[in-house]
C-alpha cells in the first residue's frame, strides 16, 4: 500500500494549513480556542498514506479510524498539518495569554506572545447622519442604520461616547458628517491582526477598554504582559507653592488634575503617549498670558514629571521647557504634552499629591517592567 500512496502523492498534492483554520491568519487565539475547522479536511483514499490510520489509533480516535475502514478514505490527521501549540484535536493549548495563529514550515501553529504585545488605539467604528437617522459603519460595511428616535443604549454602541452626545452631536450636524462611536488595536509590535471592538475585552479583558477609554485615539495600548521585574527608573517631587494672584484654589484644582490625567499611563518600548484626555483643567486671569488666561498649577505638577521622567533616560516630552513654567503656554497638559519611552521596556508613571493648600507635595514615580 505505500508504493501505491506515494505514487498517488505526486498527483494529488497536501492540504495546506491556511485551507483548515476555524479563523485569519494572525489573529489572536487564546488557550482553549478551536483553531482548525474539521469539516475542510478533505478525505483521501487509504491508500493515499495507510500511516493515517496509525495515527488515529495512537490519538484514540477510534469513531475515526472506523470511519475510515468502512468508507475507504481517511481525513488527514490533524497533526500531520499543525505544530506548536496545538492538540490534535486541533485546540490551541499550552501557553498563557492571547497567542498568534500563524504559518510555520508549512504547519498551521499557535506562537504563544511575547513578554509585551501592545498595539494602537484606532478608531474603528463610526456613526454617519443620514436623513433617516444614523449609520452605523465598520470599515467600508454598513452594519445598520438607527432612526433618530431610536438611538439608545441599546441600538448603538456607547463605550466612548453616551448617547446623549451622540443625539447632541447629531442635532447640529450636517448630513453625511460622521462622528467616532469605537474603537480597535492595530499596528501591534508582533504583527497579529487588527483586534475589532467587540473582541477586546474578550481577548484582553476589560481592563484594556477602561484604559482606552481615557486615553485619545492614536494612543499605544499595552494589552498583555507576561512576568516582570518592577525598577523605579526615575522619581521626583515639588511643591504647589502660593500665587494668589492666580487663585490658589484653582491652581490646586489644577495641579491634582495634571496627576490624575498622568497617574497609570503605560507607554510601551519606543512609543509615544499623551496623557488623558477626559481631564479638564481650570483657568486663571494672567494678563501676560496668549488670551489672558492660562491653567496656572500644573507646572509644579509637571516638573515633578519632567525630573523623574529625565531621570528614566527619557528627552523633555512635547510641550514642555526646562524653566519654572514648565508646561508652554497653548498645550493643554494632558492632550498636547507627549512622553516619549526611548527605553527597550515598557513604563508606567506613577503620580500622587500629600496634603492640601500651598503646601500640597507632588511627587512622581516612572516604573519599569523588565523581564524575568
Known amino acids: 500500500m505505500y508504493p501505491l500512496g506515494t505514487a498517488m502523492d505526486n498527483y494529488v498534492p497536501p492540504q495546506g494549513p491556511t485551507e483548515i483554520t476555524s479563523m485569519s491568519i494572525g489573529d489572536t487565539v487564546l488557550a482553549g480556542t478551536k483553531v482548525v475547522d474539521e469539516k475542510e479536511i478533505r478525505k483521501v483514499p487509504i491508500l493515499y498514506d495507510p500511516g493515517y490510520l496509525r495515527d488515529y489509533i495512537e490519538d484514540m480516535r477510534f469513531i475515526d479510524f472506523f470511519d475510515a475502514i468502512v468508507t475507504g478514505t481517511v481525513k488527514t490527521p490533524i497533526g500531520r498539518i499543525t505544530s506548536g501549540s496545538i492538540s490534535k484535536s486541533g485546540v490551541a493549548q499550552g501557553f498563557k495569554g492571547p497567542g498568534i495563529l500563524e504559518v510555520k514550515s508549512d504547519r498551521l501553529a499557535v506562537t504563544p506572545p511575547e513578554t509585551f504585545v501592545y498595539g494602537e488605539k484606532i478608531p474603528y467604528k463610526f456613526g454617519i447622519k443620514t436623513k433617516e437617522g444614523l449609520e452605523i459603519v465598520e470599515g467600508n460595511k454598513t452594519l445598520n442604520i438607527v432612526p433618530y428616535g431610536q438611538i439608545s443604549n441599546d441600538t448603538i454602541p456607547h463605550d466612548y461616547i453616551s448617547v446623549m452626545n451622540v443625539k447632541k452631536w447629531y442635532d447640529n450636524a450636517e448630513v453625511g458628517k460622521r462622528i467616532t462611536l469605537g474603537y480597535a488595536i492595530a499596528n501591534f509590535n508582533d504583527g497579529r491582526n487588527i483586534v475589532a471592538p467587540e473582541d477586546i475585552e474578550t481577548l484582553f479583558g476589560s481592563s484594556i477598554i477602561d484604559y482606552m477609554k481615557n486615553y485619545p485615539s492614536g494612543s499605544p495600548i499595552l494589552v498583555y504582559m507576561g512576568p516582570v521585574t518592577e525598577k523605579v527608573s526615575g522619581s521626583n517631587g515639588d511643591s504647589l507653592g502660593s500665587f494668589p494672584e492666580y487663585n490658589d484654589a484653582v491652581r490646586e484644582q489644577n495641579s491634582r488634575a495634571f ?114
Not at 261 to 283: D, L, M, Q
Not at 306 to 322: E, V
Request: hydrophobic share 40%.
Open 259 to 372: 496627576v490624575e490625567a498622568w497617574n497609570g499611563t503605560v507607554i510601551p518600548p519606543h512609543s509615544t503617549s499623551s496623557g488623558k484626555e477626559t481631564v479638564g483643567f481650570g483657568r486663571s486671569i494672567d494678563p501676560h498670558a496668549p488670551g489672558g488666561w492660562a491653567s496656572h498649577g500644573v507646572c509644579p505638577a509637571a516638573r515633578a514629571m519632567r525630573g523623574a521622567i529625565s531621570q528614566a533616560g527619557f528627552g523633555l516630552p512635547t510641550g514642555f521647557n526646562w524653566g519654572e513654567y514648565a508646561v508652554m503656554f497653548g498645550f493643554n497638559p494632558a492632550v498636547d504634552v507627549k512622553v516619549t519611552n526611548n527605553n527597550d521596556y515598557p513604563v508606567k508613571i506613577i503620580m500622587w499629591t500629600e496634603g492640601s493648600g500651598p503646601s500640597m507635595s507632588i511627587h512622581a514615580k516612572v516604573i519599569e517592567y523588565i523581564p524575568q
